[in-house]
């Protein structure tokens, strides 16, 4: 099963939602992360864009390492007040855990999700009973009412 199949994002509450797929490889997480920092600066949210960056970057880098999708889908919704991003992937059984408090410095995993939940305004994890499950963010647009 590919994650292409799941449906499409919630709408946000006014405005635009993009879909990017690309293929599960080395070099995603990083083109995933520049294609959706372009999106929010064309629509003149600047304010944001390294902190979605880090997050995009992060939650596709799980998806990469800790899947076998062949490929991975990122939707993005910009709301009225804010941006929120999901990405899908073919591990359901797999839900992460958010660690509570940083993980030891020699640690080779945890630091992603634990950046994720001290970056994004609020994160959730839930799978869609077709195998697949979908891990989205919101950060909110500075000085946004």
């Not at 979605?52 to 910009?78: F, G, K, M, P, Q």
């Amino acid at each position: 099963m590919t994650t292409s199949a799941l449906p499409p994002a919630p709408p946000p509450e006014l405005g635009v939602s993009y879909r990017f797929v690309a293929p599960r490889a080395a070099t995603t997480p990083k083109i995933l992360r520049d294609m959706v920092a372009v999106l929010v600066v064309a629509f003149g949210h600047e304010d944001i864009v390294e902190q979605l960056r880090l997050c995009v970057s992060e939650v596709v880098t799980n998806a990469y390492h800790h899947t076998r999708t062949n490929l991975i889908t990122v939707d993005v919704s910009l709301g009225s007040d804010n941006v929120t991003v999901w990405v899908n992937d073919d591990r359901p059984e797999w839900l992460p855990r958010v660690p509570r408090t940083a993980p030891p410095w020699r640690e080779e995993n945890g630091r992603g999700l634990f950046l994720v939940s001290r970056v994004a305004d609020r994160w959730d994890v839930a799978t869609n009973g077709a195998g697949a499950k979908r891990f989205g963010f919101s950060i909110g647009y500075q000085g946004a009412a």
